[in-house]
Antibody
C-alpha cells in the first residue's frame, strides 16, 4: 500500500527546534520528488519545500528559507524536515506529499495524514 | 512568485446543483494547474491535473478547464460527498502556490 506517515510534531516554545519525519511505504522515496506542505489552523495550504527524486535539488518558500532544511535517509525510506528557530506563525499541520510522476513540475498524488506543530510560550 | 486567487471564497449550494469555481493566476501558467479537494481534518486529495485531466477514480461529474491565467472547476451535479474545500495550485514554477480555497457548503 502506497502511503506516507508523518511524525514528530508537538508543542514547542518559540526559538526551539523540531525534526519532522515522513516514512514512505509501498514505493521508493528516491524515485519521487517529495514535498512538505503546511496548513495553519483554519487557513489554506502553503507549500514549504521540496527535494528532487535524486536529492540534488531543493527549493524553499521564502517564509522558511534559512530556518527549515529538508533531507532524507534512503536506507530508511524516510523524509525529514528540520525546523529551527520556531515562530508562532509556524504553527500548522505539516503534510508530506509525493509528486505524482516523480518530477519537480508535478502535482501531489499521495499525502500523509499530517503532524501538528504548535509553537507557543 | 505567482499569486493564485479563487472565487468565490464560499459557495452555498444544494445537492444536484451545478457548481463552478474560478481560479486565476497572476501570470501565464499554461495548463500547469491542479485542483484538490480537502475535507475537514483530512489531507487534500488530487482531483485534476494539467488543468483538465481527471485523476483516476475521480467521479466524472468533476471537470476542469482553462489555460493561461484563468481556470474553472465545475461539478455538474453536486453530491453530498462533494461538500468540502477546493484549492487550485500552480506547479509551473517554484515556489509552488495554492489558491486561498473555496468552501462549498450546504445551502
Amino acid at each position: 500500500q502506497v502511503q506516507l506517515v508523518e511524525s514528530g510534531g508537538g508543542v514547542v516554545q518559540p526559538g526551539q527546534s523540531l525534526r519532522l519525519s515522513c516514512a514512505a511505504s509501498g514505493f521508493t522515496l528516491s524515485s519521487f520528488a517529495l514535498h512538505w506542505v503546511r496548513q495553519a489552523p483554519g487557513k489554506g495550504l502553503e507549500w514549504v519545500t521540496v527535494m528532487s527524486y535524486d536529492g540534488l535539488n531543493e527549493f524553499y518558500a521564502d517564509s522558511v528559507k534559512g530556518r527549515f532544511t529538508i533531507s532524507r535517509d534512503t536506507s530508511k525510506n524516510t523524509l525529514f524536515l528540520q525546523i529551527n528557530g520556531l515562530r508562532p506563525e509556524d504553527t500548522a499541520v505539516y503534510y508530506c506529499a509525493r509528486s505524482t510522476s516523480g518530477g519537480l513540475r508535478d502535482t501531489f498524488d499521495i499525502w500523509g495524514q499530517g503532524t501538528m506543530v504548535t509553537v507557543s510560550s | 512568485d505567482i499569486q493564485m486567487t479563487q472565487s468565490p471564497s464560499t459557495l452555498s449550494a444544494s445537492v444536484g446543483d451545478r457548481v463552478t469555481i474560478t481560479c486565476r493566476a497572476s501570470q501565464n501558467i499554461g495548463a500547469w494547474l491542479a485542483w484538490y479537494q480537502q475535507k475537514p481534518g483530512k489531507a487534500p486529495e488530487l482531483l485534476i491535473s494539467k488543468a483538465s485531466t481527471l485523476e483516476n477514480a475521480v467521479p466524472l461529474r468533476f471537470s476542469g478547464s482553462g489555460s493561461g491565467t484563468e481556470f474553472t472547476l465545475t461539478i455538474s451535479s453536486l453530491q453530498p460527498d462533494d461538500f468540502a474545500t477546493y484549492y487550485c495550485q500552480q506547479y509551473t514554477s517554484y515556489p509552488i502556490t495554492f489558491g486561498p480555497g473555496t468552501k462549498v457548503d450546504i445551502k
